[in-house]
């Protein structure tokens, strides 16, 4: 039995698709497959990275598993219950259980809602607490993210991208959620400010034991905040590994691609940037073979054919590539 089996899984996807219907100029419909085929598991307590470029997927698929999205085929199980189903009062109970994390701080606010408002919101929508003790937990929610209690009677446009992001974060938590999904939470932010709202998800973790999933583009962020590392491309999982495998040993060569992109904050040290070329397919088309191998300097003529399907190389580290179609977990056993 390997380590990751001992843990409780929170979160477990099989197989999921979300399809949306377009239509082209011509009034022809077809299926823009945002999310292809996706399973993983997230256990309690840690925090699982989503990265890939945008348009990938991956904030729909964070929506997708908080049941904003009813996925189109496939299964979601959140802390042992079947999620795809839920209906009337069981759906109000799970969204006690998950909330989100938006991207943009300014859009996520109502504008005519003082922050205090804003916090009490929550408990109005599920019938908690009487007046005043909304307002008394709107007051601790504020201490819990480091804001002044001043700013609990300010509207959102007098209040700074870090400031009001870190009212989402309240917000997030006024239910005492077990899972969070943060979707690209400081991407809006200035780099110092991205550091302070990081440590302070760090430490309410710590805290309160919540779980995360931190949906994001940038990969020296998701390095710093994350145990576990899903790649996503064109709607699919590329690779899955500890975060220190995906950086010392990535295998696939999307994701290498990926690491070779990210900045070092040395201008005495350089790394070989593996630069991408060829089109991207279009997610509403289909797509023979591999995803990538239009963009892969390694393709093959497997690739052109065949579609890899992701399995575990070595322990704990998942790909989809052809290039390690021989797993080494089977070698061992």
Do not use: W
Not at 51 to 75: A, D, F, Q
Not at 115 to 140: G, W, Y
Not at 209 to 235: D, E, P, W
């Amino acid at each position: 039995m390997n380590e990751e089996s001992k843990k409780n899984i929170l979160v477990e996807t099989k197989d999921i698709k979300q399809y949306f219907t377009v239509k082209d100029p011509r009034g022809r419909k077809s299926h823009l497959k945002a999310v292809d085929g996706v399973s993983f598991a997230i256990y309690e307590g840690e925090t699982f990275g989503l990265v890939g470029e945008s348009g990938c997927g991956k904030s729909t698929l964070g929506k997708t598993i908080l049941n904003l999205y009813p996925p189109t085929s496939g299964t979601i199980t959140f802390d042992g219950e079947d999620t795809t189903a839920l209906k009337g009062q069981r759906l109000k109970d799970f969204r006690k259980k998950t909330q989100m994390i938006f991207q943009d701080p300014s859009s996520c606010l109502n504008p005519r809602l003082r922050v205090q408002d804003i916090l009490c919101e929550p408990f109005a929508i599920h019938n908690m607490l009487t007046s005043e003790q909304r307002k008394a937990r709107a007051a601790e929610l504020c201490d819990m993210v480091g804001l002044s209690r001043a700013y609990l009677t300010r509207y959102p446009h007098e209040m700074s991208g870090g400031q009001k992001q870190r009212v989402g974060i309240a917000r997030a938590l006024a239910l005492g959620p077990k899972l969070i999904v943060c979707d690209e939470p400081v991407s809006a932010l200035d780099v110092s400010i991205q550091a302070q709202v990081i440590n302070l998800l760090s430490d309410l973790q710590t805290q309160f034991n919540f779980t995360y999933l931190f949906i994001s583009h940038n990969l020296s962020v998701v390095k710093h905040c994350c145990q576990r590392i899903a790649v996503m491309y064109l709607g699919r999982i590329v690779e899955l590994a500890p975060s220190d495998k995906i950086y010392d040993r990535a295998l696939h060569p999307y994701t290498r691609a990926l690491i070779s992109a990210i900045p070092i904050p040395d201008p005495a040290l350089t790394r070989e940037r593996k630069i991408l070329s060829g089109d991207i397919p279009s997610p509403s088309q289909k797509i023979e073979g591999c995803p990538f191998k239009t963009r892969c300097p390694q393709a093959s003529e497997r690739c052109q054919r065949e579609a890899p399907v992701l399995s575990e190389y070595e322990p704990g580290h998942y790909v989809s590539c052809h290039l390690y179609g021989e797993s080494r977990v089977e070698n061992k056993q």
